[in-house]
C-alpha cells in the first residue's frame, strides 16, 4: 500500500510539473494610444518602455511554442468608435507580419477563407442574415488580425488569446540584429489600427477547441468566445492530486503561481 501511494503522489507531482514548467509572463501596455498604424508599447518590470517583446521572454518556449493573450480597449474619435479594429503580430526587425510571413506561426485565429467571401478582397466579409460577421475576429492575408462589431454595431471582445510556434520563435531567434556592442535584438511587435494593448501575457500553449479558431467551417463556432484554456492540460494533474492527498495541493499552487 505504501509502494501505490509513493507511486501516487510522484506520478501527481510529475503531472503538476508537467503542466507547470512555465512562469507566465505579463507586460502592462502603455495606457496612451499613440496613433493608427503604430506599434504598441509595453512597460517592464523595471518600469522602462519598451516597443518590443523581446526573444529573452520566448526562447524558453522554443521547444512548445507559447500563448498570447492580449487585453485592449478600442479607441474612438468624437466618441465614435471605428468600424473595425486591427492588430498585426510581427517581427520586431523589419516589422514582417508573422501570419503573412507563414500562416502556421500562429493557431487559434480564424483564417481569412472564415472571414472573407473572397480571401483577396478584405472588404467581402462574409456575414449571416441576421447581421453578424462570420468571424467576428480573423486574419487578412496581409497579416492584421481584424475585429469586427456585434450585429448591434457594439464592440464587446476585449481579450483575445493566440498561440505562436516554435518555428515563429525560432525565426525570431534567427532575424535578430546586432547593437553595436555585439549583443542582440529582436522580437515580436503588435502594429494597432485602433486599438490600444492594456497588457500582453506570455504562458504555455493552450489547447483550442476544434470549433474555435482555425476552423474550416465559420458555422462551427467561429466568433465565439475562445475556450482554449489551462485547464485542459491540467486535468491530469488535478486528477492526480486528489489521488495522492491535499498535501500534495500546496506544491501544486505554487509550481503554477505566475509572475507578474
Not at 21 to 43: C, H, N, R, S
Amino acid at each position: 500500500m505504501k509502494k501505490i501511494l509513493a507511486t501516487l503522489a510522484a506520478l501527481a507531482v510529475a503531472g503538476a510539473m508537467a503542466t507547470s514548467a512555465f512562469a507566465a509572463t505579463t507586460l502592462t501596455g502603455y495606457e496612451e494610444y499613440e496613433g493608427d498604424w503604430q506599434g504598441a508599447t509595453f512597460v517592464d518590470s523595471e518600469g522602462t518602455l519598451i516597443n518590443f517583446v523581446s526573444t529573452d521572454y520566448l526562447e524558453e518556449y522554443l521547444d512548445t511554442g507559447c500563448s498570447i493573450t492580449l487585453e485592449f480597449s478600442y479607441h474612438t474619435l468624437a466618441g465614435q468608435y471605428f468600424n473595425r479594429y486591427m492588430v498585426a503580430p510581427g517581427n520586431a526587425n523589419g516589422w514582417e507580419k508573422l501570419y503573412a510571413t507563414d500562416n502556421s506561426y500562429i493557431e487559434g485565429v480564424p483564417s481569412p477563407e472564415m472571414g472573407l467571401t473572397d480571401p483577396t478582397d478584405e472588404n467581402s466579409q462574409k456575414k449571416y442574415d441576421d447581421g453578424t460577421y462570420a468571424a467576428q475576429y480573423y486574419f487578412k492575408p496581409d497579416g492584421f488580425l481584424q475585429l469586427n462589431p456585434e450585429a448591434d454595431g457594439t464592440w464587446v471582445r476585449d481579450t483575445l488569446t493566440f498561440n505562436i510556434s516554435g518555428e515563429c520563435i525560432q525565426y525570431l531567434i534567427d532575424t535578430r540584429a546586432e547593437n553595436d556592442d555585439g549583443s542582440l535584438w529582436g522580437g515580436l511587435i503588435f502594429q494597432l489600427y485602433g486599438m490600444n494593448i492594456s497588457s500582453l501575457t506570455i504562458d504555455a500553449p493552450v489547447d483550442f477547441d476544434e470549433n474555435v479558431g482555425m476552423n474550416a467551417d465559420p458555422n462551427a463556432g467561429a466568433g465565439e468566445e475562445d475556450t482554449g484554456s489551462d485547464d485542459n492540460v491540467q486535468t491530469g494533474a488535478e486528477a492526480g492530486l486528489a489521488l495522492a492527498g491535499i498535501a500534495l495541493a500546496g506544491a501544486a499552487v505554487v509550481a503554477t503561481k505566475k509572475n507578474k
